[in-house]
């Protein structure tokens, strides 16, 4: 990406929460400067810009206050530059039910991604399986009522809720692969099935998505650095 931009971006390659201002960036046709981190020793840069959390995303626009969070980057893309493909509905009650779905996909949906690998047990592993599964088909309901029949949660093209969720596709594809189930798939998903092959192949999202080989080191890092949890004795 553009080196000298008045945008950059502090992030990780691997990082669904950096790929989905990726997509906004990409989106919007924003010119930025990518920023690799290496969150196993992570730089002072990243540490002076999120002294809070710690954590990438970060973006740094000119000489504006860095903005670390994804969702709070997104929204603060779209009404920087709301005329160039706007991302939130422009109704305030769809608005805030597209907040809700995306609290939802952040705080729900998504950690049980790192609580599968973390947990050691068969059995564990299975119950959480399970809770993955029941909470795709809540998201193929959300996208079947936010869609109204069209390609994407945002209607004809992807809107704010397709970049939340659309970010942790790869992941979803590497844990479906590594723990030989299926999140998403025909039967029980079919309308969000469809919907992930739109999101795999739109011209503005495809390069962002991490290809194996990237969550494949991203998550031999995460074995050294956060290793799964001990099995109990039964």
């Known amino acids: 990406m553009a080196k000298n931009s008045e945008i950059k971006l502090i992030g990780t ?66 009404e920087i530059y709301p005329d160039i493909h706007p991302i939130l509905p422009s109704d305030p009650s769809v608005r805030a039910d597209n907040r809700f779905w995306a609290n939802f996909i952040d705080t729900k949906f998504f950690p049980l991604f790192e609580e599968l690998r973390r ?11 399970k809770q993955l599964i029941e909470g795709s088909k809540l998201l193929e309901e959300a996208f079947v009522k936010f869609s109204n029949g069209k390609d994407y949660f945002g209607g004809d093209d992807v809107g704010y809720l397709d970049i939340v969720l659309g970010c942790f596709l790869g992941w979803t594809k590497f844990v479906e692969k590594h723990n030989e189930f299926k999140i998403i798939d025909e039967v029980r998903t079919p309308k969000l099935l469809e919907w992930t092959k739109r999101i795999w192949s739109h011209e503005a999202l495809m390069d962002a998505i991490p290809r194996n080989e990237t969550l494949m080191d991203f998550y031999m890092m995460l074995q050294i650095n956060r290793p799964p949890r001990k099995a109990t004795s039964s």
Do not use: C, M
């Open 13 to 78: 390659a691997a990082s669904p929460f950096v790929n989905r201002v990726q997509f906004v960036l990409h989106l919007k046709s924003i010119e930025y400067e990518f920023i690799d981190e290496n969150l196993a020793s992570k730089s002072e840069l990243l540490l002076k810009s999120n002294p809070v959390y710690k954590k990438v995303p970060v973006l740094i626009h000119a000489n504006k206050p860095p903005i670390p969070e994804s969702l709070i980057i997104i929204e603060y893309l779209d």
């Open 119 to 129: 947990t050691p047990e068969k059995e564990g592993k299975e119950a959480i399986k």
